[in-house]
Nanobody, 123 residues
C-alpha cells in the first residue's frame, strides 16, 4: 500500500528526495511520517506531517536540513533531505497513522508501513 523510492548513494553535503506513494487508500485520511533505521540501531523518528500538510515536525538530528511535504491529490508524501551527513545513512520508511492532530507520532502507533528505501551517505 505504501511504496517508498528515491534512496541511493550520495556524498556528504549532498541532497536526496524521497517519495512515498499510497495506493488503494486516500492519503488525506492519514498523518504521515518518515522513520529510519541505521545498521545496528532501532527504527527512529525523522519527520511527520499533518493530514492537510499545514503542520510538520522533525527529529532533532534532521531539523533544519530535512523537509517533509505531501500532495494529497497525488497520494504522495515527500522527504527532501539536504546537507546529508554520514549519520543519515539507513533505511528510510514511510508510514501512516490515524491519530488526532496533537498526538505524539511513534513507530508503535503507525498502522501501515512502506517497504523502505536505502540511503547511503559517504563521508
Amino acid at each position: 500500500q505504501l511504496q517508498a523510492s528515491g534512496g541511493g548513494l550520495v556524498q556528504a553535503g549532498g541532497s536526496l528526495r524521497l517519495s512515498c506513494v499510497l495506493s488503494g487508500r486516500t492519503l488525506r485520511n492519514y498523518r504521515m511520517g518518515w522513520f529510519r533505521q541505521a545498521p545496528g540501531k532501532e527504527r527512529g523518528f525523522v519527520a511527520a506531517i499533518q493530514r492537510g500538510g499545514t503542520g510538520t515536525w522533525y527529529g532533532d538530528s534532521v531539523r533544519g536540513r530535512f523537509t517533509i511535504s505531501r500532495d494529497n491529490a497525488k497520494n504522495t508524501v515527500y522527504l527532501q533531505m539536504n546537507t546529508l551527513i554520514a549519520d543519515d545513512t539507513g533505511i528510510y520508511y514511510c508510514a501512516a497513522d490515524q491519530l488526532i492532530a496533537g498526538a505524539t507520532m511513534t513507530a508503535e502507533g503507525m498502522i501501515f508501513w512502506g517497504d523502505g528505501t536505502l540511503v547511503t551517505v559517504s563521508s
